[in-house]
């Protein structure tokens, strides 16, 4: 499964569960596919971490995907990514977006960390790591 796929699936993910109307799924997906073209959107440590700003959204929003096996997603470090945080939000939130990047990396990469040789990463591990997260602008 390629980046593309992982994006297409969040972004659908995230029409089912109503956060985005499924008539811009289609347009979102494109623009994030626009923005990987110009720029990979992994970090170093497994993270790959698309965003948007859109007027496809009310209020910021997203979807978390778990690789356990590893994508490929043109990381700096070469490395496979296990993580990827989309990151969706109104015009307007660069500042906040920025901030949460910053924060679900390093907690991301602390959390593959730990998970080196341990059981499967599931899916309480991330909510319950990135669950205080603050990025009040």
Known sequence: MGKSSVISLLVESLARE??????????LIRELMEMERRGSSAVDGGIALPHLETS???HMTGGIGIAREGLHFDSPDGEPTHLVFLILAPPGNAQKISK?????A????????????????MCDDVFTTIGNLEIDA
Do not use: C, F, S, Y
């Open 18 to 27: 109503e956060q985005i109307h499924r008539e811009h799924a289609e347009n």
């Open 56 to 58: 496809a959204v009310q």
């Open 100 to 104: 949460l990047r910053v924060q679900l």
């Open 106 to 121: 390093d907690k991301g990469r602390r959390l593959l960390a730990r998970q080196k040789g341990g059981p499967p990463l």
